[in-house]
């Protein structure tokens, strides 16, 4: 038997017992142990965490969240008990004249994130919050073919997407939960959770839960929205602005509300002639406070600004998040805020403001300079 020692070849001691001819003790060799150098002074090592970048690439997933618009057994404002209808074991909801039930219009609790590629946690960002209207899913409607998300990642903005899933598929504009005081608060408070999880760095959590929003709603989304900027809790300085898209269907005092209260964010809303005349309710509300009103996008969204926008003569409701005012509207909302954009000034905006009634005027009246 032979043993390694440091490198050179030795004969153990009892092999001279061998060659006497004696008998060889039985013994168990123990297995070499390596000893831990101890070396005083060194610190204990700490763990080490990737540094924080921007995102190499889009990240998207549609999460169940405890706290939803649905499932709701609750009471809806005005109307009393929401699930109205019972049979068959089944219960539901009439609206319009038909009956949506609960396990299949209301029991969706999917919210889709959504952060952009090049999504930067490091530098300053913004939370668009939009909330669909009737008739949608979030894979059908809001990922593919009102393409949210696209239209987030073009506008060139340090931004997230967040957008829950209300009834399925329905002609329904109905708030769920967000009816109740409180809960969008608790919502984002859930959003901030997952966002973390779906971004895969705790260190992120902060930077989330604080982000500003921007919420969007189209149609039918006019219903949570109101009750949402009425009642549902979230800091008002949070709120940075409101885009409603062809969605002044009612709850007009309460966005005129708000408007009224809260003149660090910015309000637009564009139309077509099926809104109209919500949109002109509300400006007359917020004249009678004085405050003042465009007829344009302006090129920037600053504290204080209240726009109505009308769309273009072909724009039609069904594809307003697509076609309103111009192309991609939501993009051209968000690129007017520069100061979350990765590059300021590196998307341009391809709205043309039309001529009003009186600069038209003013053209006509103006001689022509080549003119004798």
């Known amino acids: 038997m032979l043993l390694v020692l440091g490198g050179l070849w030795a004969v153990p001691a009892v092999a001279n017992a061998a060659s006497a001819g004696g008998a060889i003790p039985v013994t168990k060799i123990p297995k070499p142990q390596v000893a831990e150098p101890r070396v005083k ?8 965490h990737a540094k924080l970048r921007a995102l190499p690439e889009g990240l998207a997933d ?32 009439a609206s319009r004249g038909l009956t949506y039930w609960e396990d299949t219009t209301y029991n969706d609790r999917r919210t889709l994130l959504y952060m952009p590629k090049g999504f930067d946690i490091r530098k300053a960002a913004v939370m668009v919050v939009f909330f669909h209207g009737n008739g949608a899913t979030l894979q059908r409607d809001v990922f593919a073919r009102q393409q949210v998300p ?21 002609m329904d504009s109905a708030a769920g939960s967000f009816w109740q005081p409180g809960t969008f608060r608790q919502f984002l408070d ?45 800091d008002p300085h949070r709120i940075k602005g409101v885009f409603l898209m062809d969605a002044l269907y009612g709850e007009v005092p309460k966005f005129a509300d708000w408007v009224t209260k809260n003149r660090d964010a910015f309000f637009v809303s564009s ?56 192309d991609d509207p939501i993009k051209e909302v968000l690129l007017r805020l520069p100061e979350y954009a990765h590059k300021p000034g590196a998307v341009k905006s391809k709205y043309k403001p039309p001529l009003l009634q009186q600069e038209l005027q003013v053209m006509q009246d103006t001689p022509d300079p080549q003119t004798p």
Do not use: W
């Open 41 to 48: 002074g060194v610190p204990k090592p700490k763990a080490v």
């Open 62 to 93: 549609y999460v169940p969240f405890d706290i939803a618009p649905f499932p709701f057994d609750g009471v809806k404002p005005s109307e009393g008990v929401f699930l109205n209808v019972f049979a068959a074991g089944r219960r539901g909801h």
């Open 150 to 170: 696209r239209q987030v990642l073009q506008s060139g903005l340090n931004a997230v997407l967040v957008a829950p899933q209300f009834a399925v598929d329905a």
């Open 190 to 234: 859930e959003a901030t959770v997952h966002l973390v999880e779906l971004y895969g760095d705790e260190r992120t959590r902060g930077a989330f839960a604080k982000m500003p929003i921007v919420l969007v709603a189209y149609s039918g989304g006019y219903n949570p929205a109101a009750y949402v900027l009425d009642r549902g809790g979230a």
């Open 271 to 326: 139309y077509t002639s099926s809104s109209a005349g919500g949109n002109n309710t509300m400006r007359s509300l917020l004249a009678q406070q004085s405050i003042s009103l465009a007829k344009t996008l302006p090129a920037r969204l600053s504290k204080g600004t209240v726009s109505f926008v009308p769309a273009l003569p072909d724009a039609v409701h069904g594809d307003f998040v697509t076609h309103a005012f111009c």
